[in-house]
Structures are given as C-alpha cells and as structure tokens.
C-alpha cells in the first residue's frame, strides 16, 4: 500500500502486511511432550500392582508413549502447550524479519510492516525510523490491541487491515490508499495465506484446520 503524504518530508509510505500458518515447527515441543506422556506412564506403571515377569513390557509402553507424546504434539494446541512463551516471541520476530528481507524491505525507508502467525497467535509490527520519529512504540502497541484481538478470535485480514488502518491513523495528515497484503501476491510458498477475499476465496479459513 503506497501512502501519499503532501504536507509532511516523506513521500510515501509503504504499509503492508503478510500472514503465515505458524513461524517455526518448534521441535522441542514434540520432544516435551514425548518426555511428559513417558513420565505419565511411568508413574502409571509404579502404582499399579502388577508383577512384570518380563521388564522388557515396561520399557515397550515407555517407548510407545513417547512416540505418541511425539507425534500428538502435531496438534495445534498440544504444540503450543509445550512451547514457551519466550520461544514463540523469538521465532515470530525472527521470522518476521526473514519475510522482510525475502521481499526486500529491509533497509528500506518508511515503511510499516505487520506480521502475523496463526500457531503463535502473535502479531508483529515493524517500522522503519522515519515513522519511529512520528509515534512512540507504546502509542503502537495500544493502537494494535483490537487487532491483536481480531487474530486471537481468528479473524485473520480483518485483524491486519485493522492493524494497518489503526496505525495510519496514528500517523499526521496522511492519505490513504488500499491495503495491499503481501501474501496476496506471493507464490510457491505453502506456508504463506492468501487474503485476497474472504467471500472470493472461502478456502482461506478452511486451509488453517486442514493443516
């Protein structure tokens, strides 16, 4: 999205946003989760009063309950109960400013960029200095709570059309034009969401349970 600004140094500025499925497979999660569903086992078998001619059976269910901790951690909420808050933090960053420099925003100017993941439930927000001299990260922050709302009750391009108009808001005398997601334009990537219309294209909540 190209902001005219007349009245203001900057030209333009470029706001846009993209939505992934999630920003990391988080492979620990599947590891605690194997450790925990083994543990549970354990302390199964400790209290039952059965006597094991043969140990080995033991070691079989420990075995089996890890592969199956492994393997449930698949499921969405599953992997998120056994990831840390910080982890997911870290990774939707990380991933956000990879996105960025896949599309070559990086070392840009004036620019806004907002960044969503779906397993993560997080949003991030991206800027370059020149709109930092504008508006303060607080007055960001609070401007991004109903779309941070909007994400959490899966209302994914209502939640970044909302974070980018809420944010221009912020911004003096600017005019705006549409909001263009970069996902919308973007090919050959499984994990990128295409927002182009939710009535034009109803598969597009239907791909996040189809995961």
């Known amino acids: 999205?190209?902001?005219?600004?007349?009245?203001?140094?900057?030209?333009?500025?470029?706001?846009?946003?993209v939505l992934v499925k999630q920003s990391d497979l988080y492979p620990a999660s599947h590891f605690r989760s194997g450790l925990f569903f083994t543990a549970?086992?354990?302390?199964?078998?400790?209290?039952?009063?059965?006597?094991?001619?043969d140990p080995i059976w033991m070691l079989y269910f420990e075995v089996g309950a890890f592969f199956f901790g492994y393997l449930f951690a698949y499921n969405r909420k599953v992997k998120?109960?056994?990831?840390?808050?910080?982890?997911?933090?870290?990774?939707?960053?990380?991933?956000?400013?990879?996105?960025?420099?896949?599309?070559?925003?990086?070392?840009?100017?004036?620019?806004?960029?907002?960044?969503?993941?779906?397993?993560?439930?997080?949003?991030?927000?991206i800027y370059s200095p020149e709109i930092e001299e504008l508006i303060s990260e607080k007055d960001i922050e609070r401007s991004l709570a109903n779309a941070k709302s909007l994400l959490k009750n899966q209302k994914y391009k209502e939640a970044m059309e909302q974070g980018i108009s809420s944010i221009m808001d912020l911004l003096p005398k600017i005019e705006r034009t549409e909001i263009l997601p970069l996902a919308q334009v973007t090919t050959g990537s499984k994990n990128l969401i295409d927002l182009k219309d939710d009535k034009a294209n109803p598969e597009a909540e239907n791909q996040i349970s189809e995961e």
């Open 80 to 125: 998120r109960f056994f990831t840390f808050k910080s982890e997911m933090k870290e990774e939707v960053y990380q991933k956000a400013l990879e996105t960025m420099a896949d599309y070559g925003l990086l070392g840009k100017s004036h620019y806004i960029f907002l960044f969503a993941s779906q397993v993560e439930k997080r949003l991030e927000c």
């Open 1 to 17: 999205m190209v902001i005219e600004n007349n009245k203001n140094e900057m030209n333009n500025i470029t706001a846009t946003y």
């Open 40 to 53: 549970l086992v354990i302390m199964t078998l400790y209290f039952i009063p059965i006597n094991w001619e």
